[in-house]
């Protein structure tokens, strides 16, 4: 039977904030990854995500992004690798310290950060490093067939090919920025007939047609999008329909 992972980015309310439908979500998925404070998130709602992703015996991952919580961390930042590799540990860090066994599946870079060293190696690097300095036996999840990829070869850690079901690609394989328009996917039945082409096929195809040979290990649905709900519900029933089971990295 084919098996894949499904993730999605939760725990980005702040304060007195709620963003996403955290609780809603959570069981319709096999792994979350957790803001860490940077970009969004704070110590409580990091506390109370971990705890209801651990209840409902799902994947808990990290998910570190620039100290950008205005932008929630969607602008690009300037920071040298050894700061990078700190920020990540930090980051990485202070979450493992809210799960019960303090351990973390993985760990997912986020906004930003992630589709910066998608093609920048040396910050590619500097993330790896990061969690290496944490756990060198932590998996990343990144961009498939990317720079954060060959990166955690290079350093040495496990890494997980991911795929955006809700997001537009370009034909380099790289998403489609969020100032462009057909960015963002927000058709559920047509995010989950995208993601079963690219679990059965292998295949992406990016927004001008390209096919773009791929193999994931993993696909994202991110929470903020104002559809997550409805689209990890029509995406997780068309997936158990095709016989394909959803089981964490």
Do not use: W
Not at 25 to 48: E, R, Y
Not at 100 to 121: C, E, F, I, R, W
Not at 128 to 138: S, Y
Not at 151 to 173: K, M, S
């Amino acid at each position: 039977m084919t098996k894949i992972d499904l993730n999605s980015d939760l725990g980005e309310s702040f304060g007195r904030y709620s963003l996403g439908r955290d609780s809603e979500i959570i069981p319709l998925v096999s792994s979350v990854n957790i803001a860490c404070g940077f970009h969004a998130g704070d110590p409580d709602v990091m506390a109370k995500t971990v705890a209801l992703a651990e209840e409902a015996g799902i994947g808990v991952g990290a998910h570190p992004g620039f100290p950008d919580l205005q932008g929630f961390g969607r602008r690009k930042m300037a920071m040298k690798p050894t700061e990078v590799k700190n920020m990540i540990t930090y980051q990485v860090g202070a979450l493992m310290a809210f799960t019960s066994n303090k351990k973390l599946q993985h760990v997912k870079p986020h906004g930003a950060l992630y589709n910066m060293a998608a093609t920048d190696h040396d910050l590619a690097v500097a993330i790896c490093e990061g969690i290496k300095q944490v756990d060198p036996d932590l998996p990343i999840y990144g961009l498939a067939n990317s720079e954060l990829i060959k990166a955690a070869q290079e350093v040495g850690i496990p890494y997980a090919q991911e795929a955006f079901g809700d997001r537009n690609y370009n034909a380099d394989g790289t998403l489609v920025s969020r100032s462009l328009p057909k960015a963002v996917i927000k058709d559920p039945q047509e995010v989950a007939k995208r993601v079963k082409i690219m679990i059965e096929n292998e295949e992406i195809i990016a927004i001008d047609g390209t096919k773009i040979p791929l193999k994931p290990d993993s696909i994202c649905v991110h929470g903020d999008n104002q559809q997550a709900l409805n689209i990890v519900s029509e995406l997780r029933a068309t997936l158990i329909d095709a016989g394909i089971e959803i089981i964490p990295f």
